[in-house]
């Protein structure tokens, strides 16, 4: 690129690029806007308008009160911290093993994981439904824990990518100094697995987070809302009073948003290294 | 103590240990759901009496013959529409965005944002997007002089809901393909646009001679997750419109969920799974082969 001259195709790129900006920030703004409205100002302005005050946090209070947003939270802290723990030690645990040894059963189990990645667990709750219930973890936390490290697969498939890429040195070595296989995994294999339990814990976070489907179905009883159950039911008993859903809206974006602006650089990398397999 | 042992115990005792929890899971939470699914295909089971009474094929058979079942993927395929288009506009923005160009940072981090933000919050904020009357988009029209098209109810028009509802998708996951993209971009040897460079190759000539063959298995993959995940729409319409208006804008898996735990036709829900699976299989199936037949390394 020399001298820079103004030029139509970059003018051309900058047009569709704002709109694109605005056509993502639209619903957004929209949102911020009356969250902040009361309500007779809400009936009375704009939509569109600018709050008379950033500060009138009342819709907030209100959401945080009746809502039950903290236990929201809390539950669905409790949910990704529990699943992520045992999806990292699973996946480590099941990568080592069919990364690094022979042994008779190798292919069968390797197939199975490979195989299981095509059957969409959505596909199965009908019958997934049943065990849930006959295991007794109906209506309680335990329900989509152990589904998320149960009935998932993406972290097997990722960690034995990354597994290949570690030099088999590294394991002889340390077996020349006569460190037992346990200790290998320990000390050798699971911190050199860290990229990759980073892209599954960004991953996997946000999936969890997001997901509706698992405690909609498993968990209906009140006390065990999770942030998109408890936005939802605070959704059903205040129907079009869209100042007071903004405000809810607003509250549950809000985590990850910050959470991606201060992570962005490894949410990139996350994202585009757990598509391209 | 487990360090006296020889590596072959050893050997034996890890993969024991450290398979068992993690392929029993396995096995209980894919294996034995999918086995117990296509059992209860076969029956007429209502979801719990002891009873499972056998009927054979009846249950497929209605899922193909009933046009009120098979006929509910059309308000799928308009998610497909919308995935093909959010490719293409993912495509487009990845590859101005991998240019030189100033801001491009922060054009990422904004067009990426929604597939970061919470499914159901998206969901209601644009369920206040398309109010018909109270409704940004709606208002934004009528503001810009669409006074006749700012009258639309997007949510309650029957032919219109799907491709509303679809467009919000392609809202939350434009950037998400958009970052697949980069990266393939990214990926593409710099010393091949050089070469182009000197043989006086064009901007366009480039892009469709170089670009696009070196993103070609990306794209491919973007193009087949787009089918599956239009198969399996279910969020989007089950909190935004619960189906309606009349069940214009009812998806499959909403159809099986609502089949089986409103209606207690497990044995009919069970069947419509297996067919979904089939469907979903297929399609992974053919993606495997076209990608390994395209020899992308692997």
Redesign the interface.
């Known amino acids: ?1 020399n001298a820079k001259k103004f030029n139509v ?1 970059d003018a051309l ?1 900058y047009l ?2 704002l709109i ?2 605005f ?6 703004y ?2 911020i806007v ?1 969250s902040f409205k009361a309500d007779e100002e809400f009936n009375t302005a ?3 308008a600018l709050p008379k005050s950033f500060f009138n946090f009342e819709n907030f209070r209100v959401v945080f009160e009746r809502g039950g947003l903290l236990s929201g939270f809390a539950n669905t802290l409790v949910i990704i911290c529990v699943a992520l723990v045992f999806n990292i030690l ?1 996946g480590t ?2 990568a ?2 069919l990364g690094r ?1 022979e ?1 008779k059963l190798k292919k069968p ?1 390797f197939g ?2 490979l195989f ?16 849930i219930k006959s295991l007794g973890l109906y209506n309680t936390l335990g329900a989509p824990i ?2 998320y ?3 998932d ?1 993406i972290q ?1 498939i990722l960690y034995l990518q990354f597994i290949r890429n570690i030099p088999f040195d590294l394991d002889e070595n340390a ?1 020349v100094e ?6 290998i ?1 320990r000390s050798v294999i699971f911190p050199l697995l860290t990229p990759a339990t980073s892209t599954l814990i960004i991953l996997k976070t ?1 999936s969890i ?2 997901d ?2 698992t405690p909609y ?1 498993y968990m209906p009883k009140q006390s065990l809302g999770v ?2 159950t408890v ?2 039911r605070f ?1 059903g008993v205040n129907i ?1 009073n ?1 100042n007071l ?2 405000a809810a ?1 607003l509250l ?2 809000l985590p ?2 910050v ?2 602006i201060f992570l ?1 650089k490894y ?2 990398e996350g ?3 757990g ?3 | 103590m ?2 006296t ?1 020889s ?1 072959k115990t ?2 034996k005792l ?2 024991f240990t ?2 068992l ?3 029993g ?10 086995a ?2 296509v059992f ?1 295909s076969f029956t007429d089971w209502d979801g719990y009496s002891p009873e499972k009474p056998w009927v054979g094929l009846n249950n497929y058979k209605e899922v193909f013959s009933n046009p009120d079942i098979f006929g509910v993927f059309t308000h799928n395929f308009a998610y497909f529409v919308m995935g093909l288009i959010q490719n293409a ?1 993912a495509i ?2 990845a590859v ?1 965005l991998n ?3 100033r801001g491009r940072n922060g ?16 969901a ?3 369920g ?2 398309f ?1 018909t009357t ?3 988009l709606n ?2 029209l009528q ?1 810009i002089g669409l006074t006749k098209l700012g009258e639309t109810s997007w949510l309650g028009t029957p032919g219109l809901v799907n491709y509303s509802l679809a467009s919000t998708g392609l ?1 939350r996951f434009m ?2 393909n958009m ?2 993209y ?3 971009l990214q990926a593409i040897p710099r010393d091949i646009y050089e070469a182009a460079k000197i043989d006086g190759a064009n ?1 366009w000539q480039t892009f469709w001679r170089i670009t696009l063959p070196n993103m070609k298995p ?1 794209i491919q ?1 973007n193009l087949f997750l787009t089918v ?1 995940g239009a198969l ?1 729409v ?2 989007l319409p ?2 935004l419109t619960k189906g309606g208006p009349a069940g214009a804008s009812q998806t499959y ?1 909403q159809r ?2 609502d089949t ?2 409103a209606y207690s036709d ?1 044995g009919l ?2 069947a419509m ?2 067919v ?2 089939f469907f ?2 297929a399609v ?2 053919l993606q495997q082969f076209v990608l390994s037949r395209g020899g992308s390394g692997k």
């Open positions: 690129m195709f790129k569709t690029l694109g900006v056509v993502v920030l639209f619903p957004p929209v949102v009356n704009s939509t569109m699973f645990m099941v080592y093993v040894f042994f189990v199975l994981y299981a990645t095509v059957i969409p667990s959505i596909t199965t709750q009908v019958a997934t439904f049943g065990i152990i589904l490290i149960g009935a697969v097997i077996m006569g460190a037992s296989l346990f200790r995994y946000i987070y997001n509706m489907y179905l942030v998109t936005l939802m959704q079009a869209w859903i903004s809206i549950i974006l990850t948003v959470l991606y962005q949410i990139f994202v585009a290294s598509a391209v397999k | 487990f360090g042992m590596y050893q050997k890890i993969i450290f398979l929890i993690p392929v899971l396995l096995l209980l939470f894919t294996y034995y759901p999918a117990k699914l209860y506009v487009y923005f101005i240019s030189k160009l054009f990422r981090l904004l067009l990426f944002l929604p597939y970061i933000m919470n499914g159901v919050a998206v209601f904020m644009f206040y997007v109010d109270q409704g940004s208002l934004f503001s809202w950037g998400y970052v697949i980069i990266a393939s901007a990306v993959l599956t399996e279910f969020d089950f909190v898996v099986v969920v089986a735990f497990y829900a069970s799974s297996i979904l699976l979903v299989a992974v199936g």
